[in-house]
């Protein structure tokens, strides 16, 4: 039998044009030989369409929509999409052929942790569902999963098997799983694990594209029922497979380097969220800082050199070479590079606001008005030109709050917030290596880093050490009390610890940023903002 899997790229709400999109892939799979074509988890709405779901209107289009799609089939063909049944709303894997609905499995499995929050709109099914196909003169039973239904393991469930003991001849899940750091290997075990216990094919049609803060990654996998690879989807882009379960030859999972996966995620992010949202051009605040140079080569590389622009906006403590850095590196991607110092300006502030200002004292007030007037320019220049203001900061400093409301924090996207400050460094090293010159200049990783706020002024963490420390605390959800059990400084696990929560508030006022890791700030992580909670603290 051969399959299409049409991993696909939907936009959430736009159901016209995402089943255009269906229709247009599954045409050209039939025009390929395929006796079945698979699509994604909710492909028609998008995923996740959240409380798009609560909208009645939005569920008849719907509907409406998938009945077009059915009418135009004779092939069989496996879609995700909504069911509204006695008034519960389900998740389901629709199967149509010969012009018609002729069946669908309602998800069992609904996640509701981490970015997931299915629960709130989706009835769960109570049975596994296999359904009998035509296919070349012989009758396939398929057994059909959705996403979360792969992971039964966490629920004490063994979904697989219970679809093989009503008769399955092959496993199908259709998937919007988000990209996540080892995801790939992980669903591949699984998926491996439950052809190798079924001895059935196991055919995982995964969703690609970016849909605000998430982003899908495809890779689509096609397991045979000896636990052999036959078949794999590209990475972060649409791709058509067409494969046939007869197939034997055993393919390599490509082991691809961690840098280069996170940095084509961050890429497909850029570029979806300003297609989607109707954006085309982004501006940057370039400081000849690390941060700001990997913002501008992602957006490049998701936008095009002529779409971006780098604004240089130094003040009497900008160094000579973060200005140099910062001009090199726009030379190098070969963007619109403007200089607008800044430093009239503060002058101009600092005399209005005297006696209230100290510039003989300089603190976090004075330093605060130079982030902010840069902040203001950038808005300027987005209102002005219909720019959208890439924002630049990373988890590392998200996380303890070393970031300024309404100044570095503007912006319509935070593209590298979900990076640790390490991974910034691994990623812009990767970048240069990999591409055979310093497109970041080299001063611009090796140099200390500085806000430049101050005379003489470096960042007051040590990197190095810190930045563990908050991916072991945010990332890898450890305790403090856990930290400091396994070796780590007390006095500094509780410095972060109060930091990360005393700046809660300021996050919840970031840019929505893109999600590249187990645990990212934004939708996943649900934090009070009024927060006493101390685990090192005996009150």
Not at 2 to 17: L, R, S
Not at 248 to 265: D, F, H, V
Not at 513 to 528: D, E, H, N, Q, T
Request: glycine residues 8%.
């Amino acid at each position: 039998m051969k399959i299409g899997i049409c991993q696909i790229n939907p936009t959430v709400g736009a159901i016209n044009k995402n089943k255009q999109l269906i229709l247009e892939n599954y045409n050209k799979s039939i025009s390929l030989g395929a006796e079945l074509v698979v699509f994604p988890e909710l492909a028609l709405t998008g995923y996740p369409p959240q409380d798009l779901l609560l909208r009645e209107q939005f569920l008849k289009r719907t509907a409406n929509a998938l009945d077009e799609i059915a009418k135009h089939t004779s092939t069989p063909m496996v879609l995700g999409s909504t069911l509204v049944d006695n008034s519960d709303l389900f998740n389901c894997s629709f199967l149509c052929e010969n012009g018609k609905i002729v069946g669908y499995y309602k998800k069992i499995l609904l996640p509701t942790y981490d970015v997931f929050d299915e629960d709130r709109y989706f009835k769960s099914g109570s049975e596994p569902s296999v359904f009998e196909l035509a296919i070349s003169g012989q009758t396939k039973r398929i057994g059909l999963q959705i996403c979360e239904d792969l992971w039964d393991h966490n629920y004490s469930k063994d979904l697989a098997e219970s679809i093989k003991e009503i008769g399955a001849d092959i496993i199908i899940n259709i998937s919007a799983s988000p990209f996540g750091d080892d995801r790939l290997i992980e669903r591949s075990n699984l998926i491996k694990a439950k052809a190798q216990k079924t001895r059935l094919p196991f055919v995982y049609c995964n969703m690609v594209g970016s849909q605000d803060e998430l982003i899908f990654d495809g890779q689509s996998l096609v397991y045979g029922p000896d636990g052999n690879l036959i078949a794999k989807g590209k990475a972060f882009e649409e791709d058509l497979l067409i494969v046939d379960l007869k197939e034997t030859n055993q393919i390599n999972l490509p082991r691809t380097k961690r840098e280069e996966s996170l940095y084509k995620a961050l890429i497909l992010g850029v570029k979806d969220y300003f297609s989607k949202t109707g954006h085309h051009q982004a501006v940057i605040g370039l400081s000849g800082g690390i941060d700001s140079s990997l913002t501008a080569c992602i957006a490049v590389e998701a936008l095009g050199k002529n779409n971006v622009y780098g604004i240089s906006m130094p003040s009497k403590f900008s160094s000579s070479h973060s200005m140099s850095d910062a001009q090199a590196l726009a030379g190098n991607l070969g963007i619109d590079f403007r200089e607008i110092p800044i430093n009239s300006i503060v002058e101009s502030f600092e005399a209005l606001m005297t006696p209230d200002l100290d510039t003989n004292n300089i603190g976090v007030a004075e330093e605060n008005i130079q982030s902010r007037i840069r902040g203001n320019i950038l808005m300027a220049l987005s209102n002005k030109h219909g720019w959208l203001v890439l924002s630049t900061g990373n988890k590392t400093e998200m996380a303890i709050g070393y970031c300024t409301l309404y100044g570095d924090m503007n912006g319509g996207l935070s593209v590298i917030s979900d990076l640790s400050k390490e991974d910034v460094y691994k990623i812009s090293k990767w970048l240069n290596t990999s591409s055979g010159k310093n497109i970041i200049p080299k001063n611009s990783i090796t140099k200390p880093p500085s806000a430049e706020l101050r005379p003489d002024q470096v960042d007051p963490f040590d990197y190095d050490i810190v930045s563990p420390l908050i991916s072991a605390l945010i990332d890898n959800e450890k305790s403090p009390s856990e930290l400091v059990k396994n070796g780590a400084d007390l006095d500094l696990v509780k410095n972060i610890s109060k930091r990360i929560t005393l700046n809660e508030y300021k996050r919840r006022q970031a840019a929505p940023g893109l999600r590249v890791s187990s645990k990212a700030f934004g939708m996943g992580r649900r934090i009070p903002i009024v927060n006493k909670y101390d685990e090192l603290s005996n009150e």
